[in-house]
């Protein structure tokens, strides 16, 4: 593996309930073949300003261009902090992507409730959790049961105040996008997607008859999709 490093850094952004492994599914290692700068974000899901603010402290630590890549949650992350001046452009898989002064549960009412909604609820302490005996139906359907035992019983819990954050100004008007609908996402509904996706003006948008989880079930066109976006932003 020769990493070239006249490409961007592809900074990979995990979302809610879940934590970086997600992308080891394929995507980390196709990327690397092809010889891109790859790094990873661990998120720390504490509310969208205090995430991106994190995000954006990582952007300062590279030198050149990079090209930012999300799931779910972390959509709504590289939207806040994208706009900073080493990024050249923006990648959803199955992610949110806010309008200004727009929470994730305002895009969450905008289509009838997917359907996992039903096993998500927040603890005692206020933190949010996918039911772990309902969690490969919700989040995984299209892998294995062993992969989802092990994603349920490690995922990460979000603040449930993070639902109602707003973005401030969306990175996605001033950069360039990609972006991935799940057509089978039982925890964003796919209609949602194909109204955010439709007014980010990407430059390509991709559907997958995948889960919410499509990075790991489909880590081939997912990471597809990552190269056309290198190519597009690399002189």
């Not at 994730?104 to 772990?132: K, M, T």
């Amino acid at each position: 593996m020769t990493i070239d490093a006249a490409k961007p850094t592809i900074v990979l952004v995990h979302g809610a309930v879940e934590d970086s492994s997600l992308w080891t599914h394929g995507v980390i290692q196709g990327l690397q073949r092809d010889g891109y700068p790859v790094k990873v974000f661990s998120n720390p899901l504490r509310g969208v300003a205090h995430d991106a603010a994190y995000l954006r402290s990582l952007l300062d630590t590279i030198e050149g261009p990079v090209l930012l890549v999300s799931h779910a949650y972390g959509g709504a992350v590289i939207t806040e902090a994208g706009n900073a001046p080493n990024v050249v452009g923006l990648v959803y898989i199955a992610a949110f992507a806010p309008e200004a002064g727009e929470s994730l549960g305002e895009i969450a009412q905008a289509a009838p409730p997917p359907a996992g909604a039903v096993n998500v609820a927040p603890d005692s302490d206020g933190y949010v959790w996918i039911n772990p005996a309902k969690f490969r139906e919700s989040f995984c359907q299209d892998l294995p049961a062993d992969e989802a035992l092990v994603m349920a019983v490690t995922q990460k819990a979000p603040v449930g105040s993070t639902f109602g954050n707003k973005v401030t100004v969306p990175a996605w008007k001033s950069k360039h996008t990609w972006y991935q609908i799940s057509s089978d996402d039982r925890m964003i509904h796919p209609e949602n997607q194909k109204r955010m996706s439709g007014r980010l003006g990407a430059r390509k948008i991709i559907t997958l008859d995948a889960s919410h989880a499509s990075l790991a079930s489909r880590p081939r066109e997912v990471t597809a999709l990552i190269d056309e976006a290198v190519k597009a932003t690399t002189p």
